[in-house]
């Protein structure tokens, strides 16, 4: 009978009933839009690194750190036979050095990274690199991202003189010659980067064999004095920058809770003031307090289970639209995020029915919280519209 009753009222309201509803449910369609692009961010972020350059882990020289290039020349290692014997889907050999570019006759310090050809473990588009079978004799061939390129001020066909320290220490110099300038969407592997044949850099430096870290697409076990670092320690950083903006996401949850919340609060106040003689009728007839609190808490309560199903259908038309677009990014593209495609949402459905079922407890206490004072109202001063004020 009170959800009868209540049905009836709220539909009676009209405007200030749907308005009550839309309010709530753009709150609802916007909270898990939000969650969902994070998701989407993190999501196609760790899926780039790990394509392009994390793989399923690396094995590396214990303690080599990317951050310290003083030490790289001292922290290379002979390739383990385990890891030697496993097929090129399933590992991608780098060796990493430093070196010196002279583009425009200016000093230009970058990362010499030799990959290995024939690799189908990372997803690199080095065709160039593969299609260069001259061995290495006045030019060298190299590869650099657009990133690099564009601050280096080199195009494709261009010359450059290329500095290196081999591994008895002596430095020496060759022309490079950039034969494809490629769009890396992980910056890690474009700014400051040189990228050059595993065998050329192998046979420049004197480093027959060896390797800075070799890329695998799983968990090998135990291998010689190498160290595995697994994808998450690799990953780190990016998912710790993510993490941190996610951050601010729960600033904008509270502002829209609290908007949706002052919506339906500002409704039941207004019902309540405006409907005093109503309520002082319901009790003159025997009703009690309590379930005159009930059914106005009922009242409220159907405009957080209507936003729901509005939420559902709004947010299907928007969140259906958004992934036949997705969100550009493309001003990323000097940053330091691994995103340079459109991000599209991904929809956890455990994050949406929790962040509903909140938000919908959350209306609810709000709904209740101001018809509290009913229980507190006599018959006669509500019959006269002055119980309330």
Do not use: C
């Amino acid at each position: 009978m009170i959800f009868q009753i209540a049905l009836k009222n709220f539909l009676r309201q009209g405007m200030r009933s749907f308005l009550n509803v839309v309010v709530t449910a753009l709150s609802m369609v916007a909270v898990v839009f939000n969650l969902s692009l994070y998701n989407g961010f993190q999501d196609q972020a760790v899926r780039n690194m790990v394509a392009t350059d994390v793989a399923g882990g690396h094995y590396r020289h214990s303690g080599f750190d990317l951050l310290s290039p003083m030490e790289w020349e001292d922290q290379t290692f002979q390739t383990p036979g385990v890891l030697t014997s496993l097929p090129a889907t399933d590992k991608t050999e780098v060796l990493v050095l430093q070196g010196q570019i002279f583009p425009n006759r200016r000093l230009f310090p970058v990362q010499l990274r030799g990959l290995e050809m024939g690799q189908s473990l990372l997803d690199l588009p080095f065709q160039k690199l593969e299609e260069w079978t001259k061995p290495v004799e006045d030019i060298i061939p190299i590869i650099i991202g657009k990133q690099m390129a564009g601050k280096s001020h080199l195009h494709i066909g261009d010359t450059v003189v290329l500095r290196w320290r081999d591994r008895f220490g002596a430095v020496d110099a060759l022309d490079a010659r950039v034969v494809d300038v490629v769009p890396l969407i992980n910056p890690r592997i474009d700014e400051g980067v040189v990228w050059m044949r595993l065998d050329h850099l192998r046979q420049l430096t004197h480093r027959e064999g060896e390797v800075s870290w070799v890329a695998v697409k799983q968990f090998q076990g135990e291998v010689g004095n190498t160290e595995y670092v697994p994808p998450n320690e690799l990953l780190k950083d990016i998912l710790n920058l993510i993490e941190q903006d996610r951050k601010y996401a729960i600033i904008i949850w509270v502002i829209l809770i609290f908007l949706a919340g002052i919506s339906v609060f500002n409704t039941q106040y207004l019902n309540i003031f405006k409907r005093q003689r109503e309520i002082g009728t319901l009790m003159a007839f025997g009703m009690a307090p309590s379930r005159i609190v009930r059914l106005f808490t009922v009242e409220g309560s159907l405009a957080a289970f209507s936003a729901v199903g509005v939420a559902l259908v709004l947010g299907s038309i928007i969140f259906a639209w958004f992934q036949s677009v997705g969100l550009d990014v493309s001003h990323l593209a000097e940053s330091q995020i691994p995103i340079r495609e459109n991000i599209f949402l991904k929809i956890d459905p455990i994050e949406v029915a929790v962040s509903l079922l909140v938000i919908s407890a959350i209306m609810i206490v709000v709904a209740w919280a101001p018809v509290r004072k009913i229980s507190r109202v006599e018959a006669t001063q509500a019959l006269r519209g002055r119980a309330i004020t």
